[in-house]
């Protein structure tokens, strides 16, 4: 029989179409069982507000402040800071003016918002995001939120100069057990101590951005030298330092 017999034609012609129409209805059953397998933006992990705060650079600022450090009030740093989330009430922190969300909060004591803001607690980092917060400002910004929210705390006064006293002499003890690692012996490139050509360069910067970048780490040096204390006691410690290799 030849192969171009009407019959052998016919089933051609029948497969020629059949093809493209399969083709199409599958491609049409695929698409649809992807758009019903899409994500519910309704849910609370997908909403607007949460999916902002994780995509949030750490430590963004709304606002500059030209104002010494240590010295920003409760509102400066809400400002600043806080209101990333305490505004709108992303990734579950409770907003400024929202009493019902704030008591239970407020009724732990003002130390323990303090040692939760500093440290960092559930979603939100150690400081806020920002380590340049001194502590005093940390308390600050609680006592202001609360306050707003139905808190009676205490805001921390500034002190004269924008940072805490300290004995100068606690700057040499910090050297002595936590700097003298790296700036003893210049390991990691960090400047020795002592040295003026090697520190000349980072004093023309003014001691204020010195400890403002020395405070969030710089290069191999991890913020604040790995030092845990109060940010006044830190700040000490570069005084000791600089003041020692002028």
């Not at 016919?10 to 758009?35: M, N, R, W």
């Not at 010494?68 to 809400?78: H, K, L, T």
């Not at 005093?136 to 940072?163: C, H, L, Q, W």
Request: aromatic share 6%; glycine share 12%.
């Amino acid at each position: 029989m030849s192969s171009n017999s009407p019959k052998n034609l016919i089933g051609i012609v029948v497969a020629a179409f059949a093809v493209p129409v399969i083709s199409i209805y599958l491609l049409v059953k695929l698409v649809s069982s992807v758009s019903t397998g899409s994500p519910n933006t309704a849910d609370l992990a997908m909403s607007n507000e949460a999916v902002t705060a994780r995509i949030q650079p750490v430590g963004i600022s709304k606002a500059s402040i030209p104002v010494a450090p240590g010295a920003r009030s409760g509102e400066q740093v809400f400002t600043a800071i806080c209101t990333t989330c305490h505004a709108t009430g992303a990734a579950g922190a409770p907003k400024v003016g929202d009493n019902g969300a704030w008591a239970p909060r407020i009724t732990k004591g003002f130390q323990t918002l303090i040692e939760h803001a500093t440290k960092g607690f559930n979603a939100m980092p150690a400081r806020g995001g920002s380590p340049d917060l001194t502590d005093d400002e940390v308390a600050r910004a609680i006592a202001y939120m609360a306050n707003k929210s139905g808190g009676s705390f205490t805001e921390p006064k500034a002190a004269a100069g924008g940072a805490d006293k300290v004995d100068p002499a606690k700057g040499k003890e910090i050297y002595g057990s936590v700097c003298v690692a790296c700036h003893g012996t210049g390991a990691a490139g960090a400047p020795k101590f002592g040295d003026k050509a090697a520190w000349a360069p980072r004093i023309g910067k003014g001691l204020d951005a010195l400890v403002a970048s020395a405070t969030k780490g710089l290069n191999a040096m991890p913020p604040k030298g790995g030092y845990s204390g109060s940010d006044a006691e830190f700040r000490s410690a570069i005084e000791y330092m600089v003041n020692s290799s002028k």
